[in-house]
Each structure stands twice: as structure tokens, then as C-alpha cells.
């Protein structure tokens, strides 16, 4: 492997974990009604998400701005910044979205913390929406009880794309 690659995927994954930081950080800002709370609190209200596309949004948009700083250091570390931005941005509407329209099919954790975060009203518990790394970090997790509809391996491949794209 050359240098370039090893600075290009360590960045990457750095760009990664600072995005699910910044993630908790901010969903966790918006319970604080004083900072972000309005908008969110009509979020609670509805209890649905804004479809993928709209999700991607409020993700992506955010970031441009930071996408140049990789560059700072070099072009490997630019792209991989930058690529990690944008696919952070992607899974984060995806686990967003399928955690409204159907908790079951959130796969890679054990329970779907945003979609309990809404269904137990926890105003002050597990703000991480596409991992629950920062809320243990932080203690802000709980482990509240979940029972799935169905277990995962009842659902097919297909499933996991039905969800509001747009």
C-alpha cells in the first residue's frame, strides 16, 4: 500500500467518527430549546422523517463548507476528508429515515436508538442517530427495552429499500 492510500482511508475514518461526534453534538444541542429547539421540536411532533433525499440534505449541506480542510494537509488527505463528509452524509439519511419508517431494518445496532429516542419521548437520552457510540461515551444512553415486529432474518434483501426516498 502506498502512503498516499494510508493518509486517504485514515482520513476518511477520521472524517467519519468526527461526523457521528458532530451528529450527537448537535441532535443533542437541538433538545436544548434555547439553541436549536424549534425546528426539532415540530420534528417530535410529526414523529416522521423527510425521506432520504431531504435528510441528505440537512446532513450534506452543513459539511461543504469543512470539505476543504483535508486539502490542508494533502490531496489523499482532501479527497478522503471530503469522500468521508459526503458518505457519512448518505448513511446518516438512510439511518435516519429507516428508523421512522421501519425500525426492524436498522441492522448494525442492537436497538434503533433515534427510533426509541422519539417512541419514549427521551429528551435527554440516546441522541446518537446513526450510532450509539457517543451517547455511551457521554452516558446519555439508555438501554430501554425493544421487541422488533419481526426478526431481521424474516426480512429480504428488497426491504431494506423501502423506505421514503424523497
Known amino acids: ?3 498516499d492510500f494510508l493518509i486517504f482511508f485514515f482520513v476518511l475514518l477520521l472524517a467519519l467518527l468526527f461526523s457521528t461526534f458532530m451528529e450527537y453534538t448537535i441532535h443533542r444541542l437541538m433538545h436544548a430549546r434555547y439553541v436549536l429547539g424549534t425546528k426539532h421540536l415540530e420534528h417530535h411532533k410529526e414523529g416522521t422523517g423527510q425521506g432520504w433525499w431531504g435528510e441528505f ?10 470539505l476543504w480542510f483535508g486539502f490542508l494537509y494533502s490531496v489523499a488527505a482532501g479527497i478522503g ?3 468521508g463528509g459526503f458518505i457519512y452524509a448518505c448513511i446518516a439519511a438512510y439511518a435516519h429515515q429507516v428508523q421512522h419508517d ?9 436497538k434503533p436508538v433515534h427510533h426509541l429516542h422519539h417512541k419514549e419521548k427521551m429528551w435527554h437520552h440516546n ?3 446513526t450510532f450509539s457510540f457517543w451517547d455511551k461515551v457521554f452516558g446519555t444512553y439508555d438501554d430501554t427495552d425493544w421487541i422488533p ?7 429480504q434483501l428488497s426491504d431494506y429499500f423501502k423506505i421514503q426516498w424523497f
Not at 102 to 110: A, R, S, T, Y
Not at 149 to 155: A, D, F, L, T
Request: hydrophobic share 45%; proline share 9%.
Open 81 to 83: 476528508w471530503a469522500l
Open 127 to 129: 441522541f446518537g442517530i
Open 57 to 66: 440534505l440537512d446532513y450534506f449541506l452543513p459539511t461543504i463548507p469543512f
Open 1 to 3: 500500500m502506498t502512503q
Open 102 to 110: 421501519n425500525p426492524d431494518l436498522v441492522f448494525w445496532l442492537k
Open 149 to 155: 415486529n419481526k426478526k431481521r432474518n424474516e426480512y
